[in-house]
């Protein structure tokens, strides 16, 4: 099993920045993708980023380029969303996710195998 533990939400204004970490434990593959969701009240669990076990290749959702980064750090097993220019329709639950066989499917949420927690994200305007 693989345990995914978010922290780093909070309360911004408009403009504002935000990191969030994501720490991975347990059993995990040589080989898989791990990505950043969202979802804020009433709406749909959408992707935001996502970053291959290389560290080499990065996918953002359209809405978030320029603004947001994904990274991981191996020696901490610990994947980073920087947020930037923070806007209040951001405001959600951000959940890290770990897809363990990747299939090329990465902006797809049943893709992934393993979800953390939530971690809340206001931002006010």
């Known amino acids: 099993q693989v345990q995914l533990v978010e922290s780093g939400g909070g309360l911004v204004q408009a403009g504002g920045s935000l990191r969030l970490s994501c720490a991975a434990s347990g059993r995990t593959f040589s080989s898989y993708i791990m990505g950043w969701f969202r979802q804020a009240p009433g709406k749909e669990r959408e992707f935001v980023a996502a970053i291959t076990w290389g560290g080499s290749i990065t996918y953002y959702a359209d809405s978030v380029k320029g603004r947001f980064t994904i990274s991981r750090d191996y020696t901490k097993n610990t994947m980073y969303l920087q947020m930037n220019s923070l806007k209040p329709e951001e405001t959600a639950v951000y959940y890290c996710?770990?897809?363990?066989?990747?299939?090329?499917?990465?902006?797809?949420?049943?893709?992934?195998?393993?979800w953390g927690q939530g971690t809340q994200v206001t931002v006010s305007s």
């Open positions: 996710a770990l897809d363990q066989i990747p299939t090329g499917r990465l902006r797809d949420l049943n893709e992934y195998d393993y």
